[in-house]
């Protein structure tokens, strides 16, 4: 399986922004990049996704290294609802499915 | 419109016992993917199932098995239940196979004693 590497924690200082980075080495061509974050007692909640180009939308943005073996989530501006733990994902192609392998994540801290 | 859905919150089972979550997707979606997570570590697939049928399946014991119905909601069983089954068990819907943005609900904590 293709896996992600991620910091353990972060800290960020309210209304600051914040950069979670995310290295896979072994991408293959026709994994996508999906980012998901875990608020304390919910369920994942997915935050974007992106393939080869930076993307972005209305609650952050994805930059992806060019050789597409790191990539970066970026929160513009860092409140304190966005305390979670970050997942960055490869989507894998498996068989019919495409199935969604998490790892550990990074623990953000928004400190105010 | 009502999110992801599941039943029970919490659910109290002892070892060797046989266990049912359900699961009802968001208004649209007709796939339904299952995760088991452990205290501290990220959502591990257990499996996915798509027009009733299991399509994928993670490194899970056939102890798990599931169902899906025609209106799209799914089953989760676990049989034989061990200690190491005590997980939030989270229930995923997504619009296709394609998985572009799954919809997870809040999850079933299950306590094995």
């Known amino acids: 399986d293709a896996k992600t590497t991620q910091p353990n924690s972060m800290e960020s200082n309210e209304e600051e922004p914040v950069h979670l980075p995310c290295n896979h080495s072994t991408i293959s061509g026709t994994d996508y990049i999906h980012w998901y974050r875990q608020l304390p007692s919910q369920g994942p909640e997915y935050v974007i996704h992106?393939?080869?180009s930076n993307v972005n939308n209305r609650m952050a943005s994805l930059a992806i290294a060019e050789d597409r073996k790191s990539s970066t989530l970026i929160l513009h501006r860092a409140t304190l609802r966005d305390a979670a733990v970050y997942y960055c994902?490869?989507?894998?192609?498996?068989?019919?499915?495409?199935?969604?392998?998490f790892g550990s994540g990074t623990q953000l801290t928004v400190l105010p | 419109d009502a999110g992801v859905t599941q039943s029970p919150t919490h659910l109290i089972k002892t070892r060797g016992q046989q266990v049912t979550l359900r699961c009802s997707p968001k208004?649209?979606?007709?796939?339904v993917s299952w995760y088991q997570q452990a205290l501290g570590q990220g959502p591990q697939f257990i499996f996915q199932y798509y027009e009733e049928e299991e399509r994928q399946r993670g490194n899970f014991p056939d102890r798990f098995s599931g169902h899906q119905f025609p209106n799209y909601s799914s089953e989760l069983n676990v049989n034989a239940l061990l200690l190491g089954d005590s997980a939030l068990y989270l229930c995923?819907?997504?619009?296709?196979?394609?998985?572009?943005?799954?919809?997870f609900g809040p999850g079933t904590r299950l306590t094995v004693l």
């Open positions: 208004s649209g979606h007709d796939t």
């Open positions: 992106g393939l080869t």
């Open positions: 995923a819907s997504s619009l296709g196979l394609a998985v572009n943005e799954q919809f």
């Open positions: 994902i490869l989507r894998v192609l498996a068989g019919s499915a495409r199935q969604l392998t």
